[in-house]
């Protein structure tokens, strides 16, 4: 997508692309570590190494490695975008538009879990990529908080509670099944879409549409 979004502000120190060489360099060696070892293991020190430049190279453009996996999870952050975007244009079979949001989203984590397992260790010690998620997360749950609105206005969606507490607890569930997906929790991939897919749907739709 084009527009910016509010996460992505807080992502790098420089105003770089993504195609920036030393950048994409620079995350390319922080994705080889973290399949080998978690976020507090790695070093800024090993991360620059790899990537053949030096340390103040890496300050440049990240202020932390905290936020660094903030940018390598990029790509997850444009998906949530893009399946949010699929969800609120409410066009189509309410079932299989949310069973596909979730499956893109699921796909995801499936791509990079090794990365996602750093961005949830990455939220909990980093003060700035909390910020970057909240940031993110509001700005996901405004737009579902829409769509549930005008659902109800035309007279698809049954009435219920406000519909930016609904939106924020819809987007707390799948955070969380995300993360169990992640770590290796159970229920299996599919139980948690098909559970995902009834929540979301009797909580919009009262079940049908």
């Given at each position: 997508?084009?527009?910016?979004?509010?996460?992505?502000?807080?992502?790098?120190?420089?105003?770089?692309?993504?195609?920036?060489?030393?950048?994409?360099?620079?995350?390319?060696?922080?994705?080889?570590?973290?399949?080998?070892?978690?976020?507090?293991?790695?070093?800024?020190?090993?991360?620059?190494?790899?990537?053949?430049?030096?340390?103040?190279?890496?300050?440049?453009?990240?202020?932390?490695?905290?936020?660094?996996?903030?940018?390598?999870?990029?790509?997850?952050?444009?998906?949530a975008s893009d399946a949010t975007d699929l969800l609120?244009?409410?066009?189509?079979?309410?079932?299989?538009?949310?069973?596909?949001v979730l499956d893109s989203l699921f796909d995801s984590?499936?791509?990079?879990?090794?990365?996602?397992?750093?961005?949830?260790?990455?939220?909990?010690?980093?003060?700035?990529?909390?910020?970057?998620?909240?940031?993110?997360?509001?700005?996901?749950?405004?737009?579902?908080?829409?769509?549930?609105?005008?659902?109800?206005?035309?007279?698809?969606?049954?009435?219920?509670?406000?519909?930016?507490?609904?939106?924020?607890?819809?987007?707390?569930?799948?955070?969380?099944?995300?993360?169990?997906?992640?770590?290796?929790?159970e229920p299996p991939r599919e139980q948690h879409v098909?559970?995902?897919?009834?929540?979301?749907?009797?909580?919009?739709?009262?079940?049908?549409?």
């Open positions: 997508m084009s527009e910016e979004r509010a996460w992505a502000r807080l992502v790098d120190r420089r105003s770089v692309n993504r195609g920036d060489q030393r950048r994409s360099a620079l995350l390319q060696a922080l994705d080889d570590l973290l399949r080998e070892q978690t976020l507090d293991q790695v070093n800024v020190a090993e991360i620059s190494r790899r990537a053949g430049v030096t340390r103040s190279a890496f300050y440049f453009y990240f202020e932390s490695k905290a936020t660094a996996v903030l940018a390598l999870m990029a790509d997850l952050y444009d998906a609120v244009k409410a066009e189509g079979d309410p079932g299989e538009r949310i069973r596909q984590v499936d791509a990079s879990p090794h990365t996602y397992r750093a961005l949830l260790e990455a939220r909990a010690a980093s003060p700035q990529v909390r910020e970057g998620w909240d940031a993110g997360r509001a700005e996901f749950a405004g737009m579902v908080a829409e769509m549930i609105e005008r659902e109800r206005a035309v007279g698809h969606a049954t009435d219920g509670p406000d519909a930016a507490g609904l939106a924020a607890v819809l987007l707390d569930l799948n955070d969380h099944a995300l993360e169990r997906h992640a770590l290796g929790g098909d559970a995902l897919t009834h929540v979301w749907m009797t909580s919009i739709y009262g079940g049908i549409a």
